[in-house]
C-alpha cells in the first residue's frame, strides 16, 4: 500500500513540474514591449551629395524624386501610423538593393529598416513599376527608313539578344531552370535600339528554354509576322533563325559582300552586348558575379523588368555610371550560355533568304 502512495505522488510531482516548465515557455513568449518606443532616424536620399546618390542608387535626385512622386499612390502606407514607412524610404531601399543586390547592404544604408520591412518595400516597389512598364518600354512603330545614321547597316529597326539571369534552384521543375552552363537562370528577351534603350523585354522562360523558342512565343513575332515591313528587320544572333524581319549573320560566307555582311552586322549587335553589360553593372543584382538571386522565377522577372525600367531612365537623363569603390565588371566575363550554331538542314523561307541576298548585294556594290 505503501509503494502506490508513494508511486502516485511521483506521477503527481512530474505532473506538476511539467505545467511549471509549460508556464515558463509561455512566459518567454511574451515580448516586452517598452512604454515608450525609440525610433532610430532615417536617412534621405536629399541628404547626401549628387554623387552620392548615384553611387547608391544608380539615379539622380530628380528622377528619385519623379519616382516617389509617381509611385506614391502604389506605396503611401494605408495605416494611420506614426511611423509607418515613407514614400521615399521605400523607393530608395528598393533601389538600393537592385544597385548592390545584397539586403544587408540595404539595410545597412537605410537607416532604421529591418530586412523584413526591407523585403516588403522591394515587392511593394516592384509591383508599382510593373504596373506602369508600357510608359518606359515600348517598342516603336515600324516606319520605313534607311535606317540609323549610328548603324551603318540599313533599315535596323531593333537589335534582338537574350541575357540569363542567375536564381537559387527552384523547389519546382528544377531542372528546366538549369541551363547550358550548368547553373539555374531565366532566359530573359531583350530588344534595344541604336542607343541602348530597352524597346522590348520578355521576361517568363526559364534558362533551358532556346532563344528561338522564346521569340517565337512571344508577341513580338506575331506583330512582326502580320506586319508589312518594307526595308526594316531585327538583328540577332546564330541562337535565331533567318527571317524576312530578322536578319542573321551568314554561316560560312564565301564572297567579300558576305564578309562585309557579317562584319557590318557583328558591328551593329555590338550595341546589344554594351546595353547587356551595362545593365549588369549598373544593376548589381543581375550580375551573376554577386550570386544567384533568392528568389522565385516571378520574382525574378520582376527584379529584370524594374531594372531595364530604371535603365531606359537613366539613359534619358544621360546619367553617368558611378561605381562604388571596388565594384567592377569585365565585359565578356559572364557571357550569355547558349549560342548554338545554325545547321545547314534549317528550314529557312525562300522570302527570307532573298531579303538577306539584296542587303548582301548593296555591300557587294559599296565594295566595287
Not at 505522488?9 to 509561455?26: L, Q
Not at 518606443?37 to 549628387?50: G, H, M, N
Not at 544587408?104 to 516588403?120: E, L, V, Y
Not at 557583328?266 to 546595353?275: D, F, I, N, R, Y
Amino acid at each position: 500500500m505503501s509503494e502506490a502512495v508513494l508511486l502516485l505522488r511521483r506521477v503527481r510531482e512530474r505532473s506538476s513540474e511539467g505545467a511549471t516548465g509549460a508556464r515558463r515557455k509561455r512566459s518567454r513568449r511574451r515580448r516586452f514591449y517598452p512604454e515608450h518606443r525609440v525610433y532610430r532616424a532615417r536617412s534621405s536620399f536629399l541628404d547626401l551629395s549628387e554623387e552620392q546618390v548615384l553611387r547608391r542608387y544608380r539615379l539622380d535626385k530628380a528622377a528619385i524624386a519623379g519616382l516617389c512622386s509617381e509611385l506614391g499612390s502604389d506605396l503611401e502606407s494605408l495605416t494611420g501610423r506614426s511611423h509607418a514607412l515613407p514614400v521615399a524610404v521605400k523607393v530608395t531601399s528598393a533601389l538600393t538593393f537592385l544597385a548592390s543586390g545584397s539586403f544587408q547592404t540595404a539595410t545597412r544604408d537605410t537607416t532604421g529598416i529591418s530586412q523584413s520591412a526591407m523585403s516588403n518595400c522591394l515587392a511593394q516597389f516592384l509591383e508599382a513599376l510593373q504596373r506602369r512598364a508600357a510608359r518606359y518600354i515600348t517598342f516603336p512603330v515600324p516606319v520605313p527608313t534607311a535606317g540609323h545614321a549610328e548603324s551603318r547597316f540599313p533599315g535596323v529597326l531593333g537589335l534582338l539578344g537574350s541575357m540569363h539571369v542567375a536564381l537559387r534552384a527552384p523547389s519546382e521543375n528544377e531542372l528546366a531552370y538549369r541551363n547550358a552552363r550548368n547553373y539555374h537562370s531565366m532566359n530573359m528577351q531583350v530588344v534595344c535600339d541604336s542607343h541602348g534603350t530597352i524597346i522590348n523585354v520578355v521576361a517568363k522562360y526559364p534558362g533551358s528554354c532556346p532563344n528561338a523558342a522564346v521569340l517565337e512565343n512571344s508577341a513580338l513575332a506575331r506583330l512582326l509576322d502580320g506586319a508589312r515591313l518594307d526595308g526594316l528587320w531585327l538583328l540577332g544572333d546564330r541562337s535565331y533563325p533567318l527571317k524576312t524581319w530578322l536578319m542573321t549573320p551568314i554561316l560560312f560566307p564565301c564572297s567579300p559582300g558576305e564578309e562585309k555582311y557579317n562584319a557590318m552586322h557583328q558591328e551593329a549587335l555590338s550595341v546589344l552586348k554594351q546595353t547587356c553589360t551595362l545593365l549588369k553593372m549598373r544593376f548589381r543584382c543581375l550580375d551573376k558575379s554577386s550570386g544567384s538571386l533568392q528568389y522565385t522565377p516571378q520574382k525574378v522577372c520582376q527584379i529584370f523588368l524594374a531594372c531595364c525600367i530604371l535603365h531606359n531612365i537613366a539613359l534619358s537623363r544621360r546619367m553617368p555610371l558611378d561605381l562604388a569603390e571596388g565594384e567592377e565588371l569585365v565585359e565578356g566575363s559572364d557571357a550569355d550560355p547558349e549560342l548554338p550554331v545554325q545547321t545547314p538542314f534549317v528550314q529557312i523561307s525562300s522570302e527570307a533568304r532573298a531579303v538577306r541576298a539584296r542587303i548582301v548585294q548593296r555591300f557587294r556594290e559599296s565594295l566595287t
